[in-house]
């Protein structure tokens, strides 16, 4: 059966147009979804902590709802911000229904003090934005480390699961899309 998902791509704050574009031309070949950037959102002081250097991530998806228009649209915030969501240091996204949100900041290979690499920061980007829809779409952690929906707890488990979902996560993913998550 067609299914049909839009996403909402939006961009808060500043964000480097060729990762906006990286997301535009892989999400439609993993999730059959029609995309469309919106303008740039502005980082809202209130969500930034200070002492931290940090925003809050639950604050930043909070006001994501006026997106989010129907069963099947999705939003997804894209920022450079490093965000962190208690009991959490940090995190590379978090979601809820309908709204996700990841941040490139720990993403760059040159965050962890090695070369710039453009084909492993795509992919690592790639694969938070499906892992933080699958959420959005009411999908939990699944246990295979294969799968994109397995919990990242450092970037190496991000490298390793890639952005493809397991045979099973991929069956939920169909019928939600036929469904709606809401
Ligand atoms: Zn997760
Ligand atoms: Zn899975």
Known sequence: MATH???????????????????????????????????????PPRHFHRERNQYLADGL??????????????VLGVTEADLFSLP???????????????????LRPEFYGVPSNPEVYHLRVFTEAV????HAMGLAHCEFPGCVMYFSNWIGDTDRKG????FRCGKRIERLAEVGWE
Do not use: Q, Y
Not at 91 to 101: K, P
Not at 163 to 166: A, G, I, S, T, V
């Open 88 to 106: 959490m240091n940090f995190v590379f996204g978090i979601a809820n229904r309908g709204r996700a949100l990841i941040s490139t900041f720990r």
């Open 5 to 43: 998902i839009d996403i909402a791509l939006v961009p808060v704050g500043a964000v480097d147009p060729v990762v906006m574009g990286w997301l535009k031309g892989d999400l439609p070949g993993i999730l059959t979804a029609a995309v469309e950037e919106f303008p740039p959102v502005p980082l």
């Open 61 to 74: 998806l909070a006001d994501f709802a006026k997106f989010v228009t129907s069963p099947t649209a999705l």
């Open 163 to 166: 952005p493809k979902f397991c």
């Open 131 to 134: 892992h933080e829809l699958g």
